[in-house]
């Protein structure tokens, strides 16, 4: 039976376990890159079981397993929901298709939608083209950008990993990051994802105005028609360059990917009119319960 005790926090070392996982990336958080860059914030431990990972997540004094990634295992789901009831822990970062398989092996379990963390995925095309009305303003704040702006599109590699620290380091001063713990957070997820960027298979694109990196957009592959945007900072002194960033990305993924993730909302009520003003194609969904 599972035991708390048998959960080992997450590391790099752990890269080529998920890399060998048969099945679906549900979520956007399931991704390996993802729960390593974010660990400085929030503690992911795990447990491999058989072909299966079984995730325990940790923050402050709130605690949750996930179903486990991989074959379905209806045997190792009942050893996760006794654990969860036993501790008193939330069932949490349900996908539908498990959700549907929970409700039907353990009918006595029911769930609750967990809006602030639905993946909003977009068409790329529509993202890299912004065709007619709903994206007209979109298209004229990119082009007044390129009206007023002169700037140079790079890849992230390591000739310029220092600038990209420096431009982080800006923007949370801007922010306040070392107020907010959300945003301390993130600032770490950021520089722990430049960092290895190369052995997480990232990928980053930056604008550089006046000779210096003003937007860097983070990203990977997800599976065969969808990438990822993990992260996407700039310096908003520049009308515009958030948009720039995000169009300038989608460029460069359109013949690649037919889908673009540009992961959730958190709950921030001005992300949320952000990332909806896109126009979503889908929302991959997830669900939670306290067992």
Known sequence: MLSLDDFKVLDISDLQTYRDLKGEIPHSDYLFSTMFSWGGY???SHVAVGDNIVLL????DWSCLRPPLGPWN?????EVIDLARKHGLYLSMTWPSAKERIEASFPDI??????????????????ADLPGKPYLKVRNQINKFRR?????VEKVDHSNFDEVHDLIDEWCKMKDCEGDPSLKGEKMAVQISIDNMFDLNLSGLALRINDK?????VFERMNDDMAVIHFE??????????????????????DKYTYINRESDMGVPGLRFAKEKYRPHRMLEVYFTKL
Do not use: C, H, W
């Open 213 to 217: 990196l003003e937007a860097v957009s």
């Open 57 to 60: 997540t940790r923050l402050d």
């Open 148 to 152: 007023n702006y002169r700037y140079e």
């Open 74 to 78: 209806e045997e190792l789901m009942g």
């Open 42 to 44: 929030m503690e992911y």
């Open 110 to 127: 029911e769930f609750e939608p967990l809006r602030d963390y639905y993946d909003y995925v977009y068409s790329s095309r529509d993202l």
């Open 233 to 254: 900072k700039a310096m908003p002194r520049y009308e515009g360059i958030y948009q720039a960033i995000n169009n300038e990305t989608a460029r460069e993924l359109v």
